[in-house]
């Protein structure tokens, strides 16, 4: 991983840790919806098993 990949990942994991219920809700949207833009849409099964608690 690089420097810049981590501390993207640094950066969000400080914003979930604080967020409101509300706002880790729009987190998962808009990453998920980010990842579909880069990795290519995922199938509702796959993005369920990806999901904590699921």
């Known amino acids: ?3 810049k990949e981590k501390k ?3 950066t969000i994991a ?3 840790k604080g967020a409101s219920a509300p706002t880790k809700d729009y ?3 808009w ?3 980010a990842a ?3 990795c290519g849409p995922l199938l509702p099964e796959q993005a ?3 999901r ?3």
């Open 36 to 38: 579909s833009v880069v």
């Open 48 to 50: 369920a098993a990806e």
């Open 27 to 29: 987190l998962l949207g």
């Open 52 to 54: 904590p608690g699921a």
């Open 8 to 10: 993207i990942m640094e």
């Open 14 to 16: 400080k914003v979930v």
């Open 1 to 3: 991983m690089s420097e």
């Open 31 to 33: 990453a998920e919806g």
